[in-house]
């Protein structure tokens, strides 16, 4: 079955291309059936190749993405050419054509950022760790910051994170006054809405105009790989380039 996306629907001027993969489609099988592009989840080392080459061949991809080793940092690389060992980092911009910047996440916040004159993209994986520890800030300053624009790709939904009081507090420290982006179910828990929290980093930063954040990837598995629903899974991929 041929793979299937989401592309963004946001301003972003001509000449900048993004998408956001779904599950179905590809060649993993099991727990991970479907179009896995995660490397590092347990899949077989095949059918994640077969799954990135089919992502390449599918979307016409100008190079092979600038993988990262996600590590729930708030580190931003700067993409180039994809030889070599994946950088240690959660974010990646570039301001050369053909070069691909790309998060893989499954719950956790993929964020794609552009400027209005389509000169540097970016990708971000914020799950809440990232959040917290300002991975949209330190994108946003390493894209030099200006008039730039940012789509929130599929995530965990807010009726669906439950948190305790650590995150929760968390926040409130990195953030200030973001209580409304919890809702109290008890003493100890509390439902976090991340795409609220991920608009509140974002407009610290001086970025306003945001787009997408309308999934739920927890209650929808006939299109999204959840980590907190399945636990062993897959991952989707979060592209943006300049052509």
Known sequence: MNPA?????????PGVRAYSTLRTGGLSQDVYAGFNIGIHVGDKPSCVIANRRLLREHLALPAEPF?????????????????????????????EAGVICVAITADCLPVLLCDRGGQCVAAAHAGWRGLVGGVLEATVQAMGGGDLLAW????IGPRSFEVGPPVRQAFLESLGDCENAFR??????????????????????????VYGGG?????DPQRFF?????GQTGR?????WRE
């Not at 929130?152 to 995530?155: E, I, S, V, Y």
């Not at 999934?215 to 209650?219: F, I, K, V």
């Open 5 to 13: 996306w989401i592309e963004p629907d946001w301003p972003a001027p």
């Open 67 to 95: 993988w990262l080793n996600q590590v729930h940092g708030n580190t931003v690389a700067q993409a180039k050419d994809a030889n070599g060992p994946p950088p240690e980092a959660d974010a990646a911009f570039s301001e």
């Open 152 to 155: 929130l790709g599929p995530a």
């Open 184 to 209: 109290q179910i008890d003493d100890n828990h509390w439902l976090a809405d991340l795409y609220a929290l991920a608009r509140l980093a974002l407009a610290r930063a001086g970025v306003t105009e």
């Open 215 to 219: 999934h739920c990837t927890y209650a």
């Open 226 to 230: 959840s980590y907190r629903r399945d």
């Open 236 to 240: 989707m991929a979060t592209l943006i």
